[in-house]
């Protein structure tokens, strides 16, 4: 029987990062390299040799770096970045840095990972992913995921494919970027400070010299297809103020509009490519917004209703 197996090391001696750190020399000093290998490093050392240990009101920085607010509770504020990552608080972060300090997640993590993997090249062809810890919507605690990737593909579509039964596989797509954030961060630790992990026996997923693949953005959902675009109760409120359509996804059909609309009550009727509900009231209106149709006038207590 033929087996599979990986390794995953992380030295525990690599000292503290600053930005004079050359991250590229600190890494090949400290990793026995070899074509194929994987590089893991957490995002927190990348920023700190990028210059992005700031200091500062920390709400104001977390503020700077948002483009979006998705969910509040309480204390926890989960935003959408300009890179596009959805994580808690923008990424910024005050562990392991000096008290007063917060470091900020870097600027283009796949940038950063093609800086790595292109100065690593001198030593060994190898992969390089930068990772940060993020929670995950169903599931509590944390793992760490790829937020910058460079020499792998990020994702391994199966689509098309057959499994041992003969069934064709349509939507699964491990992302291998991920499982090998986690899988090094079993190593790497939060509190041990060895924040580089090297993974070996994965040679074939690494990209020719020269080919970097999608980047860990490829990852990132596109917003029309993300079914939590938005908390519960932010979802609601988007939908009473008739705004951020986008969240909500594509538009449902007329025929579904129009049955959920019956169900509350309306009197609905399809006017071309258009549904016009004829006693249209404000609660038809949000609930239109919900399923993706836009309100475009209301005269007389009729409502037209118009997919964007």
């Known amino acids: 029987m033929t087996s599979a197996a990986i390794t995953v090391t992380a030295p525990s001696d690599i ?23 994987i590089v893991v490093v957490t995002s927190k050392v990348v920023s700190k040799a990028e210059g992005r240990v700031v200091t500062g009101d920390r709400d104001a920085l977390i503020a700077a770096e948002t483009v979006e607010v998705i969910a509040r509770r309480d204390n926890t504020l989960i935003t959408r970045s300009a890179s ?22 870097p600027q283009d993590p796949d940038e950063s990972a093609r800086r790595l993997r292109t100065g690593l090249a001198a030593r060994a062809n190898v992969a390089v992913i930068v990772t940060d810890t993020a929670g995950r919507a169903w599931r509590v605690g944390q793992t760490d995921i790829a937020i910058g990737a460079a020499g792998i593909q990020v994702l391994d579509s199966y689509a098309g494919r057959t499994d041992a039964f003969g069934n064709t596989l349509a939507v699964t797509a491990p992302a291998v970027a991920d499982e090998l954030a986690g899988a090094a961060e079993l190593v790497k630790t939060k509190l041990s400070r060895r924040p580089v992990a090297l993974v070996r026996g994965l040679g074939e997923r690494v990209l020719p010299p020269g ?19 938005l908390g519960a109760r932010e979802a609601v409120l988007a939908a009473v103020r008739g705004d951020n359509l986008d969240s909500f996804g594509a538009p449902v059909s007329a025929e579904e509009l129009i049955a959920q609309l019956t169900a509350l009550g309306a009197t609905v009727i399809a006017s071309g490519a258009d ?24 005269t007389d207590g009729r409502l037209r209703l118009t997919a964007r």
């Open 84 to 105: 596009g990552l959805v994580q808690a608080a923008a990424g910024v972060d005050g562990s392991n840095v000096p008290a007063g300090t917060v470091v900020l997640l």
């Open 15 to 37: 000292p503290e990062v600053t930005e004079s750190t050359d991250l590229t020399d600190l890494i090949a000093g400290h990793l026995d390299l070899r074509d194929g290998d």
């Open 275 to 298: 549904v016009e509900v004829v006693n249209g009231a404000e609660t038809h209106r949000i609930a239109a917004h919900a399923l993706g149709w836009r309100s475009a006038t209301v």
């Open 211 to 229: 080919q970097h693949g999608p980047g860990a953005i490829a990852l990132v959902r596109p917003r029309r297809e993300d079914m939590f675009a």
